[in-house]
């Protein structure tokens, strides 16, 4: 169940960036400005390994971040 549901929230995370990144829409309701540019490669294939990456990096960013902070603290 775990892992079925934290492939799952992978699977959102990447297509929400897709989406809004892409077309700005987001489950077809517009939250970018008018003026935003589509940027096609995102929603093309490339797109996917692309957002993957870049989530990739925030996530172990943020866990560096993390350990930093506690080898500070402690």
Request: charged share 10%; proline share 4%.
């Amino acid at each position: 169940m775990g892992q079925s549901a934290g492939h799952a929230i992978g699977l959102l995370a990447i297509a929400t960036v897709r989406e809004i990144l892409g077309s700005g829409t987001w489950a077809g309701i517009r939250v970018m400005w008018a003026g935003w540019p589509d940027w096609a490669i995102m929603v093309l294939p490339p797109g996917a390994f692309i957002t993957l990456g870049i989530l990739l990096g925030i996530v172990n960013w943020a866990g560096s971040m993390r350990d930093s902070r506690a080898k500070t603290a402690g």
